[in-house]
């Protein structure tokens, strides 16, 4: 058991570290968006969900108005929402404080992190030091980026843009195989969200497709016990 909470640690760690960098992008075009730094770190102090803010400063750097800008943050946010409910039953947090910590740090890599574990105990593990480790490197880099974002080449962007992707298919590809329970449904279910999301993509603003494609799947395994 120590060696597997220890790996746990590790996992947890290291996901949030390497996820955490994408938070130089962020600065990077929060700065290109006309906010200073303290407004850029406010963001993802406050908000702290990527594609949201992502999503807020993109809005407002090509023209549009605060409130397309909070709109378009708020839709793709409702996927949190999403995953808040799957994860309750597993993390059970108790009191309003411990509540609101939880539902400010559930996001798409802690959920994958929880859901991967393998009981309950790690899955609170990883979720609470993925957590951490995410939200202090995503908000350090936010800082780096917003100050250095001239020097950020497009070298240095393309590398982190395969960061994400890259760790999310790490905690996927588990779950994929003969071993897992359910395997050819967790097979099933990636699939039908990436054709929904590759549909959509060319028509729907960025980041709807992903909305779009959690919502198909949860009405597709609604009749699932």
Known sequence: MPSTRAQTVRDAVGLGVAVGLYGVAFGAAADAAGLDVW???TLSALMFTGASQFALVGVLGAGGGALAAVGSALLLGTRNTVYGVRLLP????????RRLGTAHWVIDETTALALAAPDRDLARLAFWTGGASLYLSWN??????????AALGATAQAALDAVVPAAFLALLWPRLQRGWDEAPAQR???LGGALVALALTPVV????????AVVAVALAGRGRR
């Open 39 to 41: 407004q850029a770190l």
């Open 90 to 97: 597993l993390l059970q947090p108790r009191g309003t404080l």
């Open 140 to 149: 350090a880099m936010t800082v780096v980026g917003a100050l250095g974002a």
């Open 188 to 190: 099933r279910v990636a």
């Open 205 to 212: 603003p960025a980041g709807v497709q992903v909305v779009a």
